[in-house]
């Protein structure tokens, strides 16, 4: 599926490379899902294989058979290299990521930014995000984007550029990217789980804030079903605590940690939804549990807090949202 979306990035960079004005490091700035890493991994394949033909190739599909697509795929095209965070043991990719790129990684590089491209005058390296840099390693980086190697680009993904080093933003050019609409969210979903019903896709779509790689990722977890626990804790208080304790039992297992996640995510979301439309006593109630939500939701994976305990709290700030709890 083509990427959808952020069509004034993809403009802007196309025409930089079909104008000759391609600059050396684009710094691909935007929230986390929304396509970032796609657009620079078919960017770096239309660069390469534009200037392995003579032509560009920033125009139209590239076969999948064409030599460049063909050992990007199988991770042996010389002048593409791909940073990312790598499983703590090697000979268990499933397993733990490591929390940053090393300095390692990106020592690695340098022999081969010493040499020219081997395959035509390009070479490119994509940075999947930049934000996971630790310090030596970006350190290390500027060097290459203050004395940029003949031909090479590089991409950088960030989902928080403010908090890369000032040296290295004034090193690249800013390509923006922006939340997907609903509508481009919804068709992304389908197009990957067309057999999904309609009340799931709305609720992906209500969870992914315009991200479809946030949707994705809560795909096949029920998030309906979820969201109308919530919704009906919010509406009565759920006195009897039956709602919340069939969900702090549901979600107290290791295998219902992915589900338990989204819950810790769309608790506080729906109080957050909730607040807009209050005022006075009511504003304050809701505000008062959206700040506790977000506090719980955030500590709870940080500190290993029990699955039970946290759901049945958080549901009962929830719950604060019933008619007549706050005013």
């Not at 000032?166 to 389908?190: E, K, N």
């Not at 709305?202 to 979820?226: C, H, I, K, Q």
Request: hydrophobic share 45%.
């Amino acid at each position: 599926m083509t990427l959808l979306g952020n069509d004034a990035a993809r403009a802007a960079f196309v025409a930089a490379v079909d104008g000759g004005s391609l600059h050396h490091a684009w710094l691909l700035a935007g929230p986390e899902g929304v396509g970032k890493g796609g657009f620079a991994r078919e960017m770096a394949l239309r660069i390469l294989a534009g200037a392995a033909d003579g032509r560009s190739r920033m125009h139209g599909e590239i076969p999948t058979n064409h030599p460049a697509a063909a050992l990007i795929a199988s991770g042996g095209h010389p002048d593409y290299r791909e940073l990312v965070r790598l499983p703590k043991e090697p000979d268990k990719p499933d397993q733990d990521i490591a929390r940053s790129i090393k300095i390692e990684q990106v020592r690695a590089l340098q022999p081969r930014l010493a040499t020219r491209p081997s395959f035509s005058d390009q070479r490119v390296i994509v940075i999947d995000a930049i934000d996971d840099l630790e310090r030596p390693a970006a350190n290390a980086l500027l060097k290459n984007l203050e004395e940029p190697p003949v031909g090479t680009v590089f991409l950088l993904i960030s989902h928080s550029p403010g908090r890369l080093l000032p040296t290295i933003r004034s090193r690249c050019r800013l390509l923006r990217f922006d939340p997907l609409s609903d509508d481009l969210v919804a068709r992304i979903v389908h197009h990957h789980s067309p057999d999904i019903d309609a009340a799931e896709v709305d609720a992906l779509v209500a969870a992914a804030e315009g991200s479809p790689g946030r949707a994705l990722a809560f795909a096949g977890l029920s998030v309906a079903a979820l969201d109308r626990d919530l919704a009906a804790i919010a509406a009565d208080g759920d006195p009897t605590n039956r709602i919340r304790s069939r969900l702090a039992k549901s979600l107290a297992g290791k295998a219902a940690q992915p589900r338990y996640a989204v819950f810790l995510d769309r608790a506080p979301a729906l109080i957050a939804a909730s607040a807009r439309t209050r005022r006075g006593p009511a504003l304050r109630e809701a505000l008062d549990a959206y700040d506790k939500a977000r506090a719980l939701a955030a500590l709870a994976p940080a500190v290993s807090l029990v699955a039970e305990t946290t759901v049945f709290e958080m549901a009962g700030l929830v719950a604060r949202l019933a008619p007549g709890r706050g005013g």
